[in-house]
């Protein structure tokens, strides 16, 4: 495993990381708490050091399952969560729909107390405010509350998460450009370039960290699929139009030069190209077995992409993989 530096922190996160909504919010399959909190200790004896959740995951189990496989061992570990959904008071969800925000002063310290409590420590490593928008992002008392966060040593670094799906440009620039975050979490991948591309140009000039979710594009550029793939019931790919699986697999087909050598499979080239920006710390590929575990975390020992794999991808997405009018990728 390869390590990099949070933002202007001391922290240095693990090249790949484990985003634990996986086992953790049932949206994936089933989830048994001694099976994710077994996968959670995989993951570090094979080097991940960098667990990524958040409050709402299971409605604090995520972070319950930090605390079950990692409180033993707190320090060896760099722990991230989000707060700023207010699940306490709206308990009730459909699907993937949004709870009401909370940027208040007294919500978020009763948020962030709380989610201590379940991971059992007395300090987060990364704290991130939960898929903020713009009104959020121009709030000058919310970033000087976690900078008073920060002063308490509740937390050692504190950023955004962009969502919940693709997207949020502005409100990314904007807060690397303005504020005093180490890290800004977004969706980027092989298939989804944009706006990952000009949140990377931002990164870069600011000193800002990223850190990538969707690395795999829910699963497409793991290499598994086929046109006769299914998922669970309550696996939340199951709701994507067949569209998306159809078109996905004609762009996945034109990725083969990247593993033709055997060097790597696709899910590793895929981290690969994520990783290939200095600007991203960590890649939180989706993990929900010990195939991937083993897969995901021997990434850093394979090749980096060359100039001309990277050049070729440029090409590729450019075109849209020559399937559409360009403006359709987006």
């Known amino acids: 495993m390869r390590y990099r530096t949070l933002g202007g922190t001391e922290i240095a996160v693990s090249e790949v990381g484990f985003g634990v909504w996986t086992v953790s919010t049932g949206w994936w399959g089933e989830v048994d708490d001694a099976r994710s909190v077994r996968l959670l200790r995989q993951a570090y004896e094979r080097g991940i050091n960098y667990f990524d959740t958040a409050d709402t995951y299971g409605s604090g189990k995520g972070e319950t399952l930090l605390a079950d496989a990692f409180g033993h061992m707190r320090e060896d570990v760099v ?7 207010d699940f306490y008071n709206h308990t009730a969800r459909r699907g993937q729909q949004e709870r009401p925000q909370d940027w208040s002063e ?11 409590k379940r991971l059992g420590t007395d300090y987060v490593d990364f704290l991130q405010l939960h ?30 998460a962009l969502g919940p799906k693709i997207g949020w440009l502005e409100e990314g620039v904007k807060v690397m450009r303005e504020r005093r975050v180490d890290g800004v979490q977004m969706i980027y ?18 000193g800002t960290s990223l850190l990538v979710r969707v690395p795999h594009s829910s699963g497409m550029l793991e290499g598994k699929y086929d046109e006769n793939t299914t998922f669970a019931h309550n696996d939340h790919r199951r709701h994507r139009p067949k569209e998306w699986l159809t078109t996905g697999l004609k762009k996945v087909e034109q990725l083969s030069f990247l593993t033709e050598s055997g060097e790597r499979t696709l899910g590793q080239a895929a981290l690969k190209f994520v990783l290939a920006s200095p600007e ?8 929900y077995g010990e195939e991937q575990i083993e897969e995901f975390a021997a990434t850093p020992e394979t090749p980096d992409l060359t ?5 070729r991808v440029a090409e590729l997405y450019e075109e849209n993989f020559g399937l559409a009018d360009a403006a359709a990728r987006r």
Do not use: C, H, W
Request: aromatic letters at 8%; glycine letters at 6%; hydrophobic letters at 40%.
């Open 79 to 85: 722990i991230s969560t989000k707060i700023g959904y």
């Open 106 to 116: 007294d919500f978020l310290r009763f948020a962030l107390e709380q989610s201590l």
């Open 131 to 160: 898929n903020t928008k713009m009104d959020a992002v121009e709030d000058d008392e919310l970033f000087a509350l976690m900078e008073a966060f920060k002063e308490e040593g509740k937390v050692r670094a504190y950023g955004v």
């Open 189 to 206: 991948n092989l298939l989804e370039q944009d706006p990952g591309r000009d949140l990377i140009r931002a990164a870069g000039e600011t």
């Open 280 to 287: 991203v710390a960590s890649t939180l590929p989706n993990i």
């Open 307 to 311: 100039p001309e794999e990277l050049s």
